[in-house]
């Protein structure tokens, strides 16, 4: 992470915006990660109904299990804020118990979408049932591989936490993997209005 | 590759602290040498794609003819489009975003010179993977555009389209991870007083096209997951007979693909529009107004995509609007043309190789840019659809438009990375038998195209009358053969024997030429200050800049290690990819575990761990 002070290492850290490069980098794939969601997201909503064969949406959705894994990662995006707040104070008790309420929270909405794919899978809903099966499984996936690797991300911070190597110099560590985490909740919040809630 | 390295050495005693060897090139993590790696490859793969192309031609020399068969022909074909549009063109342009621009803005290396190594190897190892389709007998086959659903695994059950996705999808990693790293380069690295407006052209070219990488990779990778998922795991993105829509793959590929086109246009207009008024003695003719029109192509260049589906039956509105649409592009870029010899008009013209190549750029890209706006009418294009004479049109875009800007970059920026010219005679013969050879093998095809032969087809009947466009196609073919030899034989020859060359080797004005040539492996020994946008050019200002740019420093930049990792976690991606072939979902995840290995020795690597070692 020491990389962006590398080519201004001795014009003390000069960037010509007074920006940071890594968020700088980050936030630009972050906008490069919109396109990559809208594309999946648009073909979900170009294919929404046109499925031959069930089941169909309405058969499988459970609208307010989702409702509660939607809180729960909601939840997660607050707490990741405090687990910053945490860092930049210096404070390394607190950091520590907010990145766990993040990893926790983030790995229970994943336990709700393994539940939620067995389910869906054994009422007959597969990647090769129909369009349906195919454009969620794919879209829901993908999302859900981004949580995932958040959890490993914010983990591997924990763990740093906990051997005393995230001091406030570092908390920019924490930020970027915070613009992350919002990023991915933000993606699911427009995942679960237009593919659950509006049917 | 050590070539260079010598002559350097030689050249400037100051370059002591840079290891030589192919280890440390392997390991690099400077911009420079990863710009040098990727021209090499790039012109690697432009001769692979040459051969294939030569061999196209041998094939429709004569009508009837069975030199090679209908599937090898549809192999050479798809593997020749996509060699030359993803292995050749994009990466070529990325070589001189990664030499030139750092040094255009008085930067001591790109935002994230690690990130860097690990795009230059995806792109390897994703070039040689789609090219090991050659070795299996099952190279791709379906054209580059990859049409739904003659990819289907109903139509196509080889290996040859799984090679195809997944060898794009690795590739687009890499120009997604560039496009990152350069719009964060151009935005925080620059000098002193370079402002925006007083960047070079090349560097505001290399911005637009950037942000046109992020925003358009992203959707072929999508396009190809789909395609994987259909293929590997019985998905139905596009199984007609599950209710999907064949030409949903349509949109999705030229929703990127026709930003593409302007992805690798883009840098070429960048880099003649720092020629063309470094030998015409004028600062470039409405500079602000050549910046726009680069944007507002870009912009632009979002909103026509479906001028490429006029067939498909999107229906008289879609078809209306993307009429004009494509018609209005034509203006900012026809603003560029007009600039360009406005730029020349009262010039003291130097006609040099590099400028030679320019203007050859201007002259063709126009004839292509005409045939352009000819098939932007749909009506028209109902006609000239997949005849030769669309491949006319791209060829006049692409390779007139393209490579000739690459080539004169070559010359003109070669000074700069080696110290010493590039031979102009052998140049003249490239520039010559590049101009005769290119016109003689795409002008005939805009004849046989309007005779009615059609694209992609492995031969053609002698009552059709294109055998003589053919023949002429043939020759001018291997005449462009022979000048990408004499480039190389140039290349080769005047990186150890050409004429030294001082620091500002054509008297041009941009910030690049205030340094040493070849530079030091920190550039800039401290970051000067900019005060125009032809710092070179006006006399203070340049004194001003050589007392820091041309120093000794007291104490050397430190600068970021090489690393090895890099190319762990790109061999990784790679092989996660290509484990997806086996079609078992779990399999690739023994490569995701060797990447995510990889990634965490690389993220825990300390950049400056060899600085502590040297001391």
């Known amino acids: ?197 509006i049917q | 590759m050590s070539v260079a390295t010598e002559s350097a050495a030689t050249t400037h005693d100051a370059h002591h602290g840079e290891p030589t060897g192919l280890w440390s090139w392997i390991t690099t993590v400077d911009h420079k040498r990863i710009g040098i790696m990727y021209f090499l490859t790039s012109i690697f793969f432009l001769l692979v794609g040459g051969l294939e192309a030569l061999l196209i031609r041998i094939q429709l020399f004569k009508p009837e003819n069975d030199f090679i068969s209908a599937e090898l022909y549809n192999q050479l074909f798809t593997m020749h489009g996509t060699t030359m549009i993803f292995l050749v063109a994009m990466p070529m342009a990325v070589a001189f975003f990664n030499y030139v621009v750092p040094l255009q803005i008085g930067a001591r290396d790109v935002a994230f010179p690690r990130l860097n190594a690990l795009s230059y190897w995806i792109y390897l190892f994703g070039g040689l993977y789609l090219n090991a389709s050659w070795f299996v007998g099952q190279a791709p086959n379906t054209s580059w555009v990859g049409y739904a659903n003659l990819t289907s695994t109903q139509f196509s059950p080889g290996l040859n389209v799984d090679f195809w996705v997944l060898g794009l999808s690795i590739l687009g990693v890499s120009s997604i991870m560039g496009g990152v790293n350069f719009i964060t380069t151009i935005i925080n690295l620059r000098a002193p007083g370079m402002k925006l407006m007083r960047m070079p052209l090349f560097t505001w070219m290399t911005f637009v096209t950037s942000f046109l990488l992020i925003t358009a990779l992203p959707v072929i990778a999508v396009a190809l997951i789909m395609l994987a998922f259909d293929r590997f795991f019985s998905a139905n993105f596009f199984n007609v007979a599950a209710g999907a829509d064949p030409v949903l793959w349509q949109h999705l590929f030229w929703i990127f ?225 022979i000048s990408t030899l004499i480039m190389l034989y140039n290349v080769l020859k005047s990186a150890k024997s050409g004429a030294p060359a001082g620091s500002n080797a054509w008297g041009a004005p941009s910030l690049e030429w205030s340094i040493p040539s070849p530079p030091h492996h920190y550039n800039f020994p401290a970051l000067p200050e900019v005060r125009s946008r032809e710092p070179m050019w006006h006399d203070d200002e340049r004194a001003a800049i050589e007392a820091v740019t041309l120093a000794h420093p007291a104490k050397e930049p430190e600068m970021p290690g090489p690393s090895f990792w890099p190319i762990v976690v790109a061999s990784g991606v790679t092989a996660t990819w290509a484990l997806v072939m086996t079609g078992v979902w779990w399999v690739p995840l023994i490569g995701l575990a060797y990447t995510t290995f990889g990634v965490f020795m690389w993220a825990f690597e300390d950049p400056f761990k060899h600085l502590e070692s040297s001391h």
């Open chain 2, 257 to 481: 693909g026709h930003p593409e086109v302007y992805i690798l246009v883009l840098p070429a207009f960048g880099v003649i529009s720092d020629v063309i008024p470094a030998f015409s003695r004028k600062p470039l003719f409405g500079y602000p107004v050549v910046v726009y029109a680069g944007v507002l192509i870009g912009f632009i260049g979002w909103g026509v995509w479906s001028h490429h589906m006029f067939t498909s039956g999107m229906g008289p509105i879609a078809d209306s609007f993307f009429v004009a649409t494509t018609m209005i592009i034509a203006i900012p870029t026809g603003v560029k043309i007009f600039n360009w010899m406005a730029t020349m008009w009262g010039g003291a013209i130097r006609f040099t190789t590099a400028m030679n190549f320019a203007v050859g750029l201007v002259a063709l890209f126009t004839v292509g840019g005409l045939s352009g706006v000819m098939h932007a009418s749909a009506p028209v294009d109902l006609q000239q659809h997949d005849s030769y004479f669309v491949v006319a049109h791209f060829h006049y875009v692409i390779v007139g438009g393209i490579l000739l800007g690459m080539f004169s970059g070559l010359y003109y920026w070669f000074p700069k990375v080696t110290g010493r010219y590039l031979s102009e005679k052998a140049g003249a013969w490239h520039f010559w038998t590049t101009m005769i050879g290119f016109n003689l093998t795409f002008f005939p095809m805009h004849f046989s195209g309007m005779f009615g032969m059609p694209r992609r087809t492995w031969t053609y009947q002698s009552e059709l009358g294109v055998q003589l466009y053919n023949q002429m196609s043939t020759v001018g073919g291997f005449i462009l053969g």
């Open chain 1, 1 to 197: 992470m020491a990389e962006a002070a590398a080519v201004a290492h001795d014009d003390h850290h000069y960037t010509s915006t007074g920006l940071n490069s890594w968020k700088l980098g980050f936030w630009t794939l972050i906008g490069s990660e919109c396109l990559f969601f809208g594309t999946l997201i648009s073909t979900y909503m170009v294919y929404k109904g046109q499925s031959i064969v069930g089941p169909f949406s309405g058969d499988v959705f459970d609208i307010p299990l989702t409702t509660i894994s939607t809180f729960v990662l909601l939840m997660s995006s607050l707490a990741m804020v405090l687990a910053l707040d945490g860092v930049q104070r210096g404070n390394r008790k607190l950091s520590m118990a907010w990145l766990g309420v993040v990893i926790v929270l983030g790995a229970t909405f994943l336990g709700f979408q393994v539940y939620e794919f067995n389910h869906f899978y054994h009422v007959g809903l597969g990647l090769d049932t129909n369009l349906l099966g195919s454009s969620f499984y794919v879209l829901t996936g993908f999302h859900g591989a981004h949580v995932f690797f958040g959890v490993v991300w914010l983990t591997t911070l924990f763990v740093m936490s906990a051997r005393g190597k995230l001091p406030p110099s570092k908390a920019l560590n924490v930020e970027i993997a915070g613009l992350y985490w919002h990023f991915v909740d933000v993606v699911w919040i427009v995942i679960f209005v237009l593919v659950y809630l």
